[in-house]
């Protein structure tokens, strides 16, 4: 899935639920808290596993700045910066959606009664591009990852925007560490090699 699906299907999920009674405790599908709530739309829409409350969720997410915000991305709150209460999910337009004591509705995030504590992202929201050398050309490749989803022994989706896929089809692989390097191997006979480290930053 591309970051744009991902964010796509974040959004059509939770706007789904809005008008969902709150529920404390909840984790749906008929009732919600509020990190109840993002937990069930990330592993729906993402199959994303996030902590169970608020503070861990904030913790276990990557931090980002208010100027970097995009549609999927957290919203916490609290009395102060240290503390994380509450929590929504951003979708443009400085709005969110979240499980309050009224239920799940929309609403700006610059409400008066909100104070916002800290902002994160679950998810990298960008393709990640990678080269292997090809192991009989000594050519390199790249390759668009989508969704950091390239893990060692994991069966995968690839697109590379060179080489011999410069039309963009698609194709099944693998990467298999083989000492210092990884070893791409794919369905249809090909393989390329890359050292560990380069590897090691798409994870």
């Not at 919600?32 to 503070?55: H, I, M």
């Not at 004591?101 to 990678?130: C, M």
């Not at 989508?146 to 995968?156: E, T």
């Not at 590379?160 to 963009?168: I, M, S, V, Y």
Request: charge should be positive; charged fraction near 25%; include cysteine.
């Amino acid at each position: 899935m591309s970051a744009n699906s991902i964010q796509s299907k974040i959004l059509q999920i939770a706007k789904s639920k809005i008008g969902t009674p709150y529920n404390y405790g909840g984790n749906g599908p008929d009732g919600y808290d509020c990190s109840g709530f993002v937990q069930y739309v990330y592993k729906l829409a993402a199959k994303k596993d996030l902590p169970r409350n608020t503070e861990l969720q904030y913790q276990a997410t990557n931090k980002i700045n208010d100027n970097k915000l995009r549609i999927g991305d957290l919203i916490f709150f609290g009395k102060n910066n240290n503390e994380h209460t509450h929590i929504g999910i951003y979708i443009g337009n400085r709005e969110m959606i979240d499980a309050q004591l009224n239920g799940v509705k929309q609403e700006s995030i610059d409400e008066p009664w909100w104070h916002i504590s800290g902002y994160s992202r679950p998810l990298d929201f960008q393709d990640k591009r990678i080269n292997f050398k090809h192991s009989n050309k000594n050519k390199e490749h790249t390759f668009i990852v989508k969704m950091n989803h390239l893990c060692a022994y994991k069966d995968i989706n690839l697109k590379a925007n060179n080489g011999f896929l410069n039309k963009g089809r698609t194709f099944q692989a693998r990467v298999v560490k083989l000492g210092s390097l990884k070893r791409l191997e794919t369905d249809r006979g090909n393989f390329y090699t890359a050292d560990s480290k380069s590897v090691a930053k798409i994870k």
